[in-house]
Structures are given as C-alpha cells and as structure tokens.
C-alpha cells in the first residue's frame, strides 16, 4: 500500500475553492462530507448559496447549530449522491462541487462504500455548468478501501 502525500492546509484549499468560483462566476457552492462545517462557515460570506450533505447525523446535528445564523448555508444529511441528485435539478445556475465524502475513520461517517465519488460524479451528469473539485483525491490508490482514480481520469475526459 502506497502513502498517500501530505494534505494541502485547509487555507490552501479554501484559496482554491475562492479563485476557481471568482474565475468562473460561481455563487452557489456545493460539498459533501461537511465533518464539523469549518469549511462552510469560512465560506459563507463568499457564496450566496451553500449546500452541504453529510451522512453521519451525529455530525450533521452538531453542524446544524453553527448555522443558524448563516441563512444562505442548508446542511443536508444523507448519501450524498442520493442527496446531490435530489439537489441538482433544483439548481438554478452553475455551482461549484466540493466532494470530500470519504470515510476517514473517527467520527466520519461510512456508507455502501468509503468514497463515493463515482456515484457524486454520477449524479453530475445531468448538471449543465458545473465545476468539480475532488478534495482528498491524493488518496486515490493508496488505500485498497478508496477507489481508485483510474475511472475518474476516464469519466473526467
């Protein structure tokens, strides 16, 4: 089993998030595997929409206390690709996608499987305008309990 390489610090991350949502116009966000929503809460004044899903309801619950007052973040809990495909048509203009739903182990939450992203991919397909971001995908093939990134490189192209 490989090592999977040091994860970038979460300011590198949210720097990333805000430049490719300034670049291509995109107020409405959209993550999955919110843990403690610190993510969401260092971005909801940059997004008019946010939309986070997380399928641990001990997480979901403690998260749903921090947002009462920030009316523009709905926190979902559920699978996120079964929540994202009841999300998208309601969609009414682009948005940036944040997946970062994987099991990593403590607190976080495991469905049918560790990492989703196929069927979070899948559920994209419908969606006209949307911009991806797989967090985490530095993972992909070194751990025999996340997918690899093989079918991603062949959905993506």
């Not at 490989?2 to 300034?22: E, F, G, I, R, T």
């Not at 690899?148 to 959905?155: A, D, G, K, M, Y």
Request: charged share 20%; glycine share 8%; proline share 7%.
């Amino acid at each position: 089993m490989l090592a999977a390489p040091v994860p970038a610090p979460h300011v590198v991350k949210d720097s990333m998030l805000l430049a490719h949502a300034k670049h291509f116009g995109l107020k409405t966000l959209v993550a999955t595997g919110m843990f403690n929503g610190d993510m969401m809460y260092a971005m909801w004044h940059h997004f008019a929409k946010l939309n986070s899903i997380e399928l641990s309801p001990e997480l979901h619950t403690r998260t749903k206390g921090r947002s009462a007052k920030t009316p523009n973040i709905e926190l979902i809990q559920g699978e996120s690709a079964v929540e994202l495909g009841k999300l998208i048509p309601g969609l009414t203009e682009p948005a940036l996608f944040r997946f970062d739903c994987h099991f990593s182990a403590g607190e976080t939450a495991s469905g049918d499987k560790h990492t989703p992203v196929m069927e979070e991919l899948n559920a994209l397909l419908g969606s006209p305008l949307a911009l991806f971001i797989i967090d985490d995908a530095r993972c992909f093939g070194t751990d025999p309990r996340i997918s690899s990134h093989e079918p991603i490189r062949v959905t993506a192209t």
